[in-house]
């Protein structure tokens, strides 16, 4: 009888030990947030991330709270085949109030297990387009579009969403209110906060991306909030490109400072690392090189304004290459927050040159100016002869508070005043300020 009790004692605690016991435990929902954030790698990493995380805890959901005006095509991809291929459904909510997932975000929204919006929040408006907003040749129109619209097509249908609405706002560039998206089937729901998201759904099934139908667990949820990483805040703060471009000019300057001023070692510290992160910046953005070229090239411009005189012109050219190239700098769709602000680049050009120039003249005018120390500062120096100088031999003369060595093609007398003319070596070549003594003493004999 005694092992019978003890295999029932032992059950319970065997169960709670493999994890049945958690299934009657608090549901559990993982919060992202991407606010008004551009959509780049960083992101891509961060959502990532967090879906990782939801799946390693056993999370229920996970909840992505979004808003953006769009961002970089691949790393929109990367966010959806994240969410698409997620053990864990995935909730997208574009909010606050006022909040859009347009472009990029709209194909992010659409990828979601559950997609709902806010009231006064719009989505839509994910044409592609030229890095320059130009229209796009009508062939590469063609085959840009059919891509877009046939990956969006992917996955939309298997979601239970119109596709044939959806694929509007791809190949017509609507955008959609709150209430219009819900009426043509492209969310699930309007819903003023997160808890009526988890009230309204708790229970509720939804189709996954394989074709599973999955009840969402959200009764009662417990919300964890995981924000960036402090890694992942400094790297999106760096890859904005406005941050990118100050980091790369500020690089320049500080290593052209350094260059100019060895010894400094601030400015050539800061300057090194200033152009790496931002060139770390540029591989993780789509760079234009030409507009690097130009960045350069308005560098070079300055130089030569300081060392020409051109009245300005060589000065102009470069601050206007530097801002094109500032707002060239970023081959992305026209979107504000993706370019370089033009008023920036201009505000950053006007200084940059007139700091370049200044330094750059008050090199090359050092440089001309006669040696005050050192060996090569005695040529020219006044001095007096302390030990005759003869033809053929050596004296020595005073001059800049020290006894130095000298030579003459003419011999010149004790207390004769003497100019510095040359050196060799440590001797000092001297003529005299004035005929000597001697050579007059003998002209009037003769």
């Not at 690392?273 to 789509?286: K, V």
């Not at 012109?313 to 979107?335: C, F, K, Q, R, T």
């Not at 370089?340 to 201009?346: E, F, I, S």
């Not at 031999?393 to 000298?406: D, M, N, P, T, Y």
Request: aromatic share 6%; hydrophobic share 50%.
């Amino acid at each position: 009888m005694r092992r019978p009790l003890a295999l029932a004692w032992l059950l319970p605690l065997l169960l709670s030990l493999t994890g049945a016991s958690s299934a009657t435990g608090p549901n559990r929902v993982v919060e992202l947030h991407l606010d008004d954030e551009i959509i780049h790698s960083v992101s891509a990493d961060y959502v990532a991330d967090g879906i990782r995380y939801a799946e390693k805890t056993n999370a229920d959901a996970v909840l992505l709270r979004l808003h953006t005006p769009g961002g970089l095509n691949v790393s929109m991809r990367e966010i959806v085949n994240s969410i698409t291929n997620s053990r864990v459904p995935v909730i997208v909510y574009v909010a606050p109030t006022g909040a859009r997932a347009a472009s990029a975000g709209f194909f992010i929204l659409m990828a979601s297990d559950l997609a709902v919006m806010a009231p006064g929040t719009t989505t839509g408006a994910a044409s592609p387009v030229a890095a320059t907003g130009q229209e796009l040749p009508e062939t590469m129109k063609k085959k840009v579009f059919s891509d877009a619209a046939a990956f969006l097509r992917s996955y939309t249908g298997k979601r239970g969403r119109n596709p044939d609405v959806a694929e509007l706002a791809v190949t017509e560039a609507r955008s959609f209110t709150d209430q219009e998206a819900l009426d043509e089937g492209l969310i699930d729901a309007v819903c003023e906060s997160r808890e009526d998201i988890l009230e309204q759904f708790a229970g509720q099934p939804v189709q996954r991306f394989d074709g599973r139908t999955e009840t969402l667990e959200l009764a009662g949820a417990q919300v964890e909030i995981r924000e960036m990483t402090a890694r992942q805040r400094f790297l999106s703060r760096i890859i904005d490109p406005n941050i990118a471009f100050l980091l790369f000019v500020f690089g320049i300057l500080g290593l052209y400072i350094e260059f100019n001023h060895p010894g400094l070692i601030v400015p050539g510290v800061g300057g090194g690392i200033s152009l790496i992160l931002a060139l770390f910046a540029f591989h993780l953005l789509p760079i234009n090189y030409a507009a690097v070229l130009l960045i350069v090239l308005a560098l070079a411009l300055f130089i030569l304004e300081a060392m020409y005189v051109s009245h300005g012109v060589l000065a102009a050219g470069g601050v206007a290459a530097m801002v094109l190239g500032a707002v060239m700098l970023v081959e992305s769709p026209p979107i504000p927050e993706l370019r370089v602000d033009w008023t920036l680049a201009l505000a950053v050009a006007i200084p940059f040159a007139v700091i370049t120039v200044i330094l750059l003249r008050m090199v090359v005018s050092s440089r001309r100016w006669k040696p005050a120390t050192g060996q090569e500062g005695l040529v020219g120096q006044k001095g007096e002869v302390r030990q005759e100088i003869g033809d053929t031999r050596k004296g020595q003369i005073f001059v800049a508070g020290e006894l130095w060595q000298a030579i003459a093609d003419n011999k010149i007398p004790v207390g004769q005043s003497v100019r510095v003319v040359g050196m060799e070596g440590l001797t000092l070549r001297v003529e005299p300020l004035e005929p000597t003594s001697a050579a007059s003493s003998t002209v009037g004999k003769e």
